[in-house]
């Protein structure tokens, strides 16, 4: 017998027409690209985009299924992409500028992209790029006529005029709330980048998933800023969670640098952001040079993308009094996994011991299982040091990728493998220990590179470090550890194996320390194990 209650697609425009509806004023905060802080509101932002869905329909030809791209930063006019596109039944494919021009084409051509929105600053980059994706009709520059550059691109269209010429009350179609509305490649370090397609359905309930007390816990009250990039995984589900909750949004636009970003913190009244650590050593290292600069709004920082150091989240916390939600997610989980809030039972945990939980990753929020197995796939105990590769399942999980790439990385039993290798403890707090591909296998044991590299930020004058294991003709790999040193710091390679003595087994103590001027970063801001690798490779130990 079925339910007797009422059909209601899970569509993503409804999540703005509610915000539209009932939070229609709250402020949509942006530094636009041309320079000024730009002001909007929901109820705007809602008008702006179904006039631009009808004009997607009337002046560029799109319908059901059709795939669009956009170049660009987080701003209100991409946000008005993603409605508008999203909700008259496009698909909008969000594309990474920092990947490899080769890579950029290879996604655009992959995907079918047939426009491309793009911000003023990637314009020279789509020039030289547009002859190797010869089916794009033309682009769409996001910006007025009063700043339309003088371009060599096919059919540049301004984006003002675009939506000038659509109508504002252009009714949504609805349709089957599984159909696919938004496109995101993985950063691709092995073999091409492979497409994940996110749903409707998929999206509405990833973003209320987020939304929640234990997770991001959004409210009308807040403010929220994603610093993380809407090209990278949905921006964490914050232009969805957010007007979920009818939360005030900020877009921090091109500039991510400490003093920009702090300006945004503060001129929004900011109590909620979100992104990659190093965004936010940038940041603290803007305000340690301001020792007089504060962040009194500022409620909660989420922390992912990769492993965060303790060192900036205590900064966080002791210095400038804003709680740390330590999260891991991935592309293909749309993407959070796992956040890293208090429990009834962690509650009464000490100061002291619950840092040690609060460092991990996270728990599971609910629509997210997670497991972790050996390599038969057998389900391992969560005792909180048996590392075991990390398999997890839930609604807003890719069950395959586009056009079936990648196919071992999903199980007869619908277990998506995330690559990463995991503990989970008996509270339930899962700990990445590696990707899979970058574990440290000494004599036939794994080492964390992940660990090796948080206890060796904390020593002082440690700016950035990364391990890696070279091959080594006793012990298979040994780790190496390379180091950034911080500004003025001569610090030795003694000083940071005395620091690492007592913290790590003895056999997990690398083999040598590396000094570098910088680390490589991927275009997601990972550190690039597979670049350090190919640069040390041949590195003589001492002693071998
Ligand atoms: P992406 O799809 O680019 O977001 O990359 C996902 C991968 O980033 C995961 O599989 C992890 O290896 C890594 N990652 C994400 N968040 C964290 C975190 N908090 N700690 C450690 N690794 C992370």
Not at 185 to 197: D, E, N
Request: proline share 6%; charged share 20%.
């Amino acid at each position: 017998m079925r339910g007797l209650m009422q059909e209601f697609p899970l569509l993503v425009h409804r999540v703005l027409d509610h915000a539209a509806r009932w939070h229609g004023t709250r402020p949509i905060i942006s530094r636009s690209v041309e320079g000024p802080l730009h002001r909007t509101d929901y109820a705007t932002v809602s008008r702006r985009s179904r006039a631009l869905a009808s004009a997607c329909e009337a002046r560029l030809g799109l319908s059901m299924g059709s795939v669009i791209a956009t170049m660009a930063w987080n701003t209100w006019r991409h946000l008005e992409i993603w409605y508008g596109v999203m909700g008259m039944g496009g698909i909008v494919h969000t594309l990474n500028p920092r990947l490899f021009t080769d890579q950029i084409a290879y996604i655009v051509n992959h995907a079918e992209d047939q426009w491309i929105f793009t911000d003023l600053t990637f314009v020279p980059l789509l020039e030289k790029l547009q002859d190797q994706i010869p089916h794009v009709k033309g682009f769409i520059i996001l910006t007025d006529e009063a700043h339309m550059p003088n371009t060599t691109l096919r059919n540049p269209i301004c984006y003002e005029t675009l939506i000038a010429s659509g109508d504002e009350a252009y009714a949504w179609p609805e349709f089957d709330e599984n159909t696919a509305c938004g496109m995101c490649y993985t950063s691709g370090t092995t073999g091409h980048p492979k497409g994940v397609l996110y749903s409707h359905r998929s999206n509405v309930l990833h973003g209320m998933m987020c939304a929640l007390g234990d997770a991001m816990a959004i409210k009308s009250i807040d403010v929220a800023m994603p610093v993380v990039p809407m090209f990278h995984a949905n921006a964490w589900s914050l232009a969805f969670s957010a007007p979920i909750g009818g939360a005030a949004l900020v877009m921090p636009g091109p500039k991510l640098d400490g003093a920009s970003i702090y300006e945004m913190l503060t001129e929004g009244c900011v109590t909620i952001t979100a992104a990659v650590p190093t965004v936010w050593l940038m940041l603290l290292q803007y305000l340690e040079q301001n020792p007089d600069l504060r962040l009194p709004q500022l409620n909660r920082v989420v922390i992912g993308g990769s492993a965060c150091p303790e060192s900036i989240m205590k900064a966080f916390v002791e210095t400038y009094g804003s709680d740390v939600i330590h999260a891991w997610g991935m592309t293909e989980m749309s993407p959070i996994g796992s956040l890293g809030v208090p429990t009834g039972q962690t509650n009464s945990l000490s100061a002291e011991d619950w840092w040690t939980v609060k460092l991990k990753q996270g728990r599971p929020p609910f629509m997210v299982d997670m497991k972790i197995t050996d390599d038969g796939g057998n389900a391992l105990p969560h005792d909180g040091t048996t590392f075991g590769r990390l398999k997890v399942k839930g609604p807003a999980i890719a069950r395959s990728y586009y056009k079936g790439d990648g196919v071992n990385a999903f199980d007869a039993e619908g277990w998506f493998d995330t690559g990463d290798v995991a503990t989970i403890d008996p509270h339930g707090y899962m700990q990445i220990t590696d990707r899979a591909k970058d574990v440290i296998k000494s004599g036939g044991e794994w080492i964390s590179s992940i660990e090796l590299e948080n206890i060796a930020l904390g020593c002082p004058g440690v700016h950035e470090a990364a391990a890696i294991g070279l091959p080594h003709p006793r012990w298979d790999e040994r780790p190496l550890l390379v180091v950034v040193r911080r500004q003025g710091s001569a610090i030795s390679r003694d000083d940071v194996l005395r620091h690492l003595d007592g913290k790590i087994v003895k056999w997990w103590m690398p083999d040598d320390v590396a000094f570098v001027d910088e680390i490589p970063h991927t275009a997601t801001g990972k550190i690039s194990k597979l670049e350090l690798r190919t640069r040390f490779k041949g590195y003589a130990f001492p002693g071998t």
